[in-house]
């Protein structure tokens, strides 16, 4: 069915599921007036790709009927029934405006429409198969339609400003001595972010003496351009930046020019899965806190590599799932399903472990590949997060955001369980190019 040239109405939509007979109501409301969608769900059948659904209208009381159209269907994660979700995944609740002509058409394609203050394109009804277990960020991403790279730039549009306002320029976590450190203040938490830079280049290797220090860095999801202009100031180097987020990129440009840093850092928007990079450009790569965003982790590293010059340093800061034991096959179902739900809320993809990454650097021949499990040295940050969110600024910048960044904000007690369960495993793996 072709949409109609004119979207004239927006109504809100909910849904009402009859387990018995597969079937729902979807009832359109605008103020006093409403319509009906009567659907079949299809539940249980697995089909390559969304099954289609055919939608008839069965006003009350009586209206034109709509056209039969084909539209993508979702299942709550909560109960496993069929359920509205908002396609861009902006409100992640059981709840959606649809887009409906003047005749009554339910429009498949049409225009991006508000819903609940967020932008939602217009394709953005239901059902998969019925199933149980939650499912990652990116799973939920493909089924309603948005790309994970699309998902990570929203979420970053809508919470960097909130973290800034509070956290500063640096979006990652701070290094400390491993014994507690119950007294830290804001400052202190802020000092540990920039002592977790020079750590990580202390572990490198990376020379500091002038002959020998970078000229050339690239910064992979560089967030507002924190390490960027740090690692520019103290090499006097000249550093590219790439994220997926243009807000990120704006008040990256933005910060650095009003540092007197404009001409030694710049910032654009690229995939880190495909940089816009000469091969052999940088001699030092430099990715902090980024890698967990990756769907792909050995093509992640393999950019890594092709962007740095014989002999430059990789540098790779990250987020990875405990190693497995060598009589397990894979990680227990409850750390799986409790990787997921920070999955949801941060828009990642499947974890991997610091193993996983030792073995990819090496069927790249990267040499002199070396790693540390620093967990124990980032154990008062997120608790630190928490707290931060429940001052009057952070609660103030929380509110001026967005559901994905609320969202965000709830996983974060997940964090802090996974640290504590010795689940999540906070490592930098660094190695070399070959000469």
């Known amino acids: 069915m072709s949409p109609p040239e004119k979207v004239s109405q927006l109504y809100a939509c909910h849904v009402k599921s009859d387990q018995k007979h597969n079937e729902g109501i979807l ?17 249980g059948i697995a089909t390559p790709g969304a099954p289609s659904l055919t939608n008839q209208s069965q006003p009350s009381p009586p209206l034109p009927r709509a056209p039969s159209v084909n539209l993508p269907l979702r299942v709550s994660k909560n109960t496993g029934r069929p359920a509205m979700y908002c396609v861009s995944g902006r409100c992640g609740s059981p709840f959606l405006q649809l ?32 199933r149980t277990r939650r499912k990652s960020g990116k799973a939920r991403a493909i089924e309603g339609g948005l790309s994970l790279q699309q998902g990570i730039a929203e979420f970053y549009d809508e919470s960097s400003g909130a973290w800034e306002s509070v956290w500063g320029e640096h979006m990652h976590h701070g290094f400390y001595d491993s014994q507690g ?18 750590e990580a280049l202390t572990f490198a290797r990376v020379p500091d003496d002038a002959s020998r220090r970078p000229k050339h860095i690239v910064d992979v999801g560089c967030g507002i351009g924190g390490s960027s202009r740090y690692l520019a100031k103290k090499y006097g180097a000249k550093c590219q930046g790439i994220t997926l987020s243009p807000i990120q990129v704006a008040r990256a440009n933005e910060l650095s020019i009003s540092q007197g840093l404009g001409n030694l850092v710049s910032f654009q928007v690229a995939d880190a899965l495909d940089q816009p990079f000469l091969d052999g450009q940088f001699n030092l790569v430099w990715s902090m806190e980024s890698g967990e965003h990756m769907p792909n982790k050995k093509k992640f590293v393999s950019e890594l590599a092709r962007v740095a010059a014989p002999g430059a340093t990789i540098i790779i800061v990250t ?38 990454y030792v073995n990819i650097a090496a069927s790249l ?3 002199d590949i070396r790693i540390a499990d620093w967990t124990e040295n980032v154990a008062p940050f997120w608790p630190a997060v928490m707290r931060s969110a429940f001052t009057f600024r ?22 802090i369980e996974g640290y504590k369960k010795n689940l999540i495993k906070f490592a930098i793996i660094t190695c070399r190019k070959p000469d």
């Not at 450190?181 to 020079?198: C, F, P, Y």
């Open 365 to 367: 021949s990267l040499k």
């Open 99 to 130: 887009p409906v002509s003047k005749d009554g058409t339910l429009v498949p394609d049409g225009n991006r429409r508000q819903c609940r203050r967020r932008t939602a394109p217009a394709t953005s009804i239901v059902v998969a198969p019925s």
């Open 394 to 415: 952070g609660f103030t910048s929380l509110l001026g955001t967005g559901w994905k960044t609320m969202k965000g904000a709830l996983v974060m007690p997940l964090m």
């Open 181 to 198: 450190q119950a007294s830290l203040n804001l400052d202190d938490h802020r000092s540990a972010q920039i002592r977790m830079i020079e």
């Open 27 to 43: 009832n359109l409301s605008k103020k006093s007036r409403g319509k009906q969608v009567k659907y079949d769900c299809f539940m």
């Open 319 to 356: 987020w990875c799932h405990r190693d497995l034991l060598p009589s397990e096959g894979s990680l227990e179902p409850q750390e799986v399903d409790l990787l997921d739900r920070i999955c949801d809320g941060f828009y990642l993809p499947a974890w991997c472990s610091v193993s996983d």
